[in-house]
């Protein structure tokens, strides 16, 4: 059984190591995607190896996703009351690329660029009344594109163990992009036979820089 001892900053892990990692995350929409989201937050996970026993160059593996805060738009629709519909949306991004890693002290420094899918979803769902009826409509878009992101963390170690593993406080910067995706454009909604929500969507890369803080563990 791995037994944790106190923090003990001269015993920070290698270059070599293997590591896990899960952190809350907050974005800062760039360029065009700046237009339909207002700051996104959700989370990241990742994996990195090392490419041999002592190698600074490895491989990284992410999965993130954020969530745009919710927003409520009032649609005329003509025979039902003002419709008010909630807009939900999710930027995810899956990918993997080269990683560098250099120990500076205690701390681990992390570089590394990645390609993969970034998908868009979008759902919209509401509520109205014709005289005495209710009328719900809803609409649900969703697309894959091409993405890139490139990330820079640092892994200070909290309690090192035996064998080498360790758990540690991590902290990040991310830096991402995507070739154009549609998002729902909130003026774009219509309804149409009271019955069917029509959504109009503009399109735009996702790029965006994030913060991340979450926790490492590496072995």
Excluded: C
């Amino acid at each position: 059984m791995l037994g944790f001892a106190a923090p003990l900053a001269a015993q920070s892990p290698t270059h070599s190591a293997i590591r896990f990692g899960i952190a809350y995350a907050a974005a800062t929409p760039r360029g065009g995607f700046a237009t339909f989201a207002e700051q996104p937050a959700g989370f990241s996970s990742w994996v990195t190896l090392p490419l041999a026993r002592g190698a600074r160059l490895g491989l990284r593996g992410e999965f993130s996703i954020f969530t745009i805060p919710e927003s409520r738009v009032v649609v005329p629709a003509d025979g039902l009351d003002d419709l008010t519909v909630t807009l939900r949306s999710t930027v995810g991004f899956t990918g993997a690329g080269p990683r560098i890693t250099l120990p500076v002290g205690p701390l681990v420094l992390e570089a590394s660029v990645m390609g993969g899918l970034t998908r868009v979803i979008a759902d919209v769902a509401g509520q109205a009344r014709a005289g005495a009826q209710r009328v719900s409509v809803s609409a649900s878009e969703s697309e894959n594109v091409l993405g890139a992101k490139g990330s820079l963390d640092f892994y200070l170690p909290l309690v090192t163990g035996q064998g080498g593993a360790a758990l540690a406080i991590t902290t990040g910067l991310d830096w991402a992009t995507s070739a154009e995706v549609g998002f729902v454009e909130s003026g774009g909604l219509r309804v149409v036979d009271q019955s069917r929500l029509e959504v109009a969507t503009g399109r735009a890369a996702a790029t965006y820089t994030a913060w991340r803080l979450g926790l490492g563990l590496y072995f």
